[in-house]
T-cell receptor
């Protein structure tokens, strides 16, 4: 089973700042990760996928994967109040059990 | 439009009753999943199915049952054996070996 851990937060950042969300994992064999965003009362939606070491950028979002240190992070630049949500990470790969992190709640303060 | 539908959106159950939550997808995905989410908590896997007529228990399968008779459908039955079933139930599907999860809108179950 692929275990992941996240700080539950809440992480509070002022509008326009960079929000940094982190996820650590235990399975050294994990090759890829997904980030999901979940607004209060709604279902999660996929926002980022990262497969290789390094950074992947998509608009204001950057996902980072460090396999040596076994962590994956999500940076949100120019944070907006609409980014306030819970962010979940999960390893990818194979049609098998998916273990989500508990999620980090982000609050962007106007 | 392709997607995942769940019904009903809200469900109320009396203690001792079995209830069935519907999950349908038209994404032609092989794998389907059921999760439970309690307030302020993460997702916990109940059951998953990688192919028609086959399914596996997740981390909290006790008190739940599923079937996978069609590729498009993966209903979840919450039985009276589930002691604390009040929660938000999410169905998801995945169509590639990357195992990205596409979620339905969820069903909120409340036991009266």
């Amino acid at each position: 089973q692929k275990e992941v851990e996240q700080n539950s937060g809440p992480l509070s950042v002022p509008e326009g700042a960079i929000a940094s969300l982190n996820c650590t994992y235990s399975d050294r064999g994990s090759q890829s990760f997904f980030w999901y965003r979940q607004y209060s009362g709604k279902s999660p939606e996929l926002i980022m996928f990262i497969y290789s070491n390094g950074d992947k950028e998509d608009g204001r979002f950057t996902a980072q994967l460090n396999k040596a240190s076994q962590y994956v992070s999500l940076l949100i630049r120019d944070s907006q109040p609409s980014d306030s949500a819970t962010y979940l990470c999960a390893p990818g790969g194979g049609y098998q059990k998916v273990t989500f992190g508990t999620g980090t709640k982000l609050q962007v303060i106007p | 439009d392709g997607g995942i539908t769940q019904s009903p959106k809200y469900l109320f159950r009396k203690e001792g009753q079995n209830v069935t939550l519907s999950c349908e997808q038209n994404l032609n995905h092989d794998a389907m999943y059921w999760y439970r989410q309690d307030p302020g908590q993460g997702l916990r896997l109940i059951y998953y199915s990688q192919i028609v007529n086959d399914f596996q228990k997740g981390d909290i399968a006790e008190g739940y049952s599923v079937s996978r008779e069609k590729k498009e459908s993966f209903p979840l039955t919450v039985t009276s054996a589930q002691k604390n079933p009040t929660a938000f139930y999410l169905c998801a599907s995945s169509g590639t070996e990357l195992n990205e999860q596409f979620f339905g809108p969820g069903t909120r179950l409340t036991v009266l």
